[in-house]
DNA sequence: CTGTTAGCGCATTCAC
DNA sequence: GTGAATGCGCTAACAG
């Protein structure tokens, strides 16, 4: 075997066209400055050879980095629904590699280990912009974003404070959706079984839920709080089932805790839809294919994503021209069978016949 | 606000400490060159500075980029199970982030787009080496990357031709296991619904089921082929147990597949596991809480992750000791309710008395 | 042990 | 239009 070829420069690409380094480099680049003729032959040798300008020196010279880069809290593996995030990672990656950009992936135990990531990023001339996920109560990593002056998008916040901008999740306007669809359909008492309330999308949601079923004029709204696994779910589910007046329909947060929740319910020697409705906040196949079928809200990860990457790149690019936070379009709340129940739908107060 | 301070540069850094750019450089690298306490003042003064190596130069100078691509093919997304992937991603990025190695990563919509990105990256020096994952049959990935010289390493294979070195996983022992399961708990007829054949460990499970049944003198071993969907595998439940010796037990290749058959089950108003047996190859929340429970293949992603990543790194640093490939430990099955069914066992051919 | 020098691959001033 | 010269930030040959 022939010992592999030393990789082609520039310069290799110039002397194959019989032209000058600047030639090819303005050729290559689209630059003014060659003419037609020229243009398309270094074009073509470069084509030929396959060359491709070296990473590394493209970014020392032109100072960006060709790259986004995307931290991931290790807990996020309990954190909501994965099948969310990776649709979410593909909707993004779809659209930034579209424009050549690529995704730097990190794994980190702490919002700390996070932000020390940044900034060695930011330092290091690794990254151009970063994805910021999974905003919590309180969060530091804006500000710290903003301070270190490194361009950020947040997916899914906005941020209180506003210092970054952000492609927002609308979850105040699904939750009133739910509880909506369950008080339209005849319950009066329901509960809502969460994930980590310092999450800022739960805590948010969790407001949503109570302030909506006030609102409402239902009797019963409560609201547990779990840590995203099975177990705890069930556990909710029983403590919520067995108290004298129990709700009549369950909403979950995934569909980890809607499958423990449906199974605990089963247990407990209950039905679904007949004693107890169940609604689900994410529609994944699991949600259909389970018996019965799950209410469930669709959310679309995948256009999620490329929102999100288009309006990086248009920071990026410098032609952002939303100020501040644009929103995602709310997600459809798809009715199946587990909160289709016989109940009485709460009298309306009828119009007076004229 | 005063304009952000240009970066420091390793210049600076020793300018700051009065030392020559080549002493800041061996000391910090760690290498001789430089007295111990020249080398600890200018440790000091990088590390209250916050310095961080500018990467493009460091690349461009060292030749290592420090990063380690992947890339998914679209398709990714229904193929097998989502959680395994992210949780295989985690293990990957706890040891690569230990030893400061970057994770790459891209999306693509075929194998031929798959290869041209790792051609890419190979000439423009953005990756060292590549993860390779969800091997196809006649995959045209191992040929293209062994060509191409890049040192990547299999998730998964082996590879058929041995180009290129494996962290292999076992598929036909635990099957194996699963198969022997089954019959001991007196099946005689079973089924695969597995998932898409054209994929590398799906056709060895399919083969090993096969040939363990057949082993085991078992009457009856289909396999119906799904694409990940719900759907279809509702119907591969439905035509399997319509037949008219339908089979006594079902194996599905992950949750989703699972979740639709059990509820396809339900639907033909038969019972789990009265009437039909049901194993999942994966255990996830949704296996332990479905009701009833899933028996199920419990593998550890996270492990197989890390695992891959100290290899690869091995590989990279050359000090790789394994000449082909690594096999996986075998996972356990994980018996739950959804395979105790009341069956007679076989009857064994008893030991004669003494 | 230290300072000088050159060069990684490319872009971008300039004169020609 | 083209070619020579300089520098991005760092490492690694050299001599001193």
């Not at 032109?62 to 990672?89: C, N, Q, Y």
């Not at 916040?157 to 009133?176: C, F, K, Q, W, Y």
């Not at 529609?283 to 079928?293: F, G, K, L």
Request: aromatic share 4%.
């Amino acid at each position: 075997m022939p010992a592999r070829p030393r990789r082609l420069t520039l310069r290799d690409i110039a002397r194959l066209a019989g032209v000058s380094e600047t030639a090819a480099s303005f050729a290559l680049n689209g630059k003014p400055g060659v003419s037609d003729e020229t243009r398309r032959r270094i074009l073509a040798v470069a084509d030929e050879h396959g060359w491709v300008p070296h990473h590394a020196a493209k970014v020392l010279t032109g100072g960006k980095s060709g790259t986004v880069g995307l931290v991931i809290a290790r807990s996020a593996r309990d954190v909501g629904s994965e099948s969310f995030f990776l649709r979410f990672m593909t909707g993004l990656q779809s659209v930034l590699s579209e424009r050549r950009q690529a995704l730097l992936l990190q794994v980190v135990d702490s919002v700390e280990a996070e932000i020390e990531t940044y900034r060695t990023w930011q330092v290091a001339g690794r990254v151009d912009a970063v994805v910021l996920v999974d905003l919590r109560v309180d969060d530091p990593r804006p500000d710290a974003l903003a301070d270190l002056g490194l361009p950020a998008l947040i997916a899914g916040g906005p941020d209180p404070r506003r210092r970054l901008p952000a492609v927002a999740i609308d979850d105040r306007e699904p939750m009133r959706r739910i509880v909506t669809h369950l008080h339209d359909t005849g319950h009066d008492s329901i509960a809502y079984v969460c994930g980590a309330g310092e999450m800022l999308h739960i805590a948010r949601r969790v407001d949503a839920f109570h302030t909506g079923a006030r609102e409402l004029g239902m009797s019963g709204h409560m609201v547990m709080s779990t840590d995203f696994s099975s177990s705890s779910a069930a556990k909710a589910t029983r403590l919520l089932l067995s108290s004298d007046d129990r709700p009549t329909a369950l909403v979950y947060d995934n569909e980890i805790l809607a499958v423990a929740g449906v199974g605990e319910i089963r247990r407990l020697g209950l039905a679904t839809p007949a004693d107890v409705c169940v609604v689900v906040w994410e529609d994944t196949p699991i949600a259909s294919a389970m018996e019965p079928p799950l209410t469930a809200l669709s959310r679309d990860a995948f256009a999620f994503g490329s929102d999100v990457a288009t309006r990086l790149i248009a920071i990026l690019d410098g032609t952002d021209e939303a100020t501040g936070d644009t929103m995602e379009s709310v997600p459809e709340l798809i009715e199946r069978t587990s909160s289709r129940c016989e109940r009485t739908p709460p009298t309306e107060p009828t119009e007076p016949a004229s």
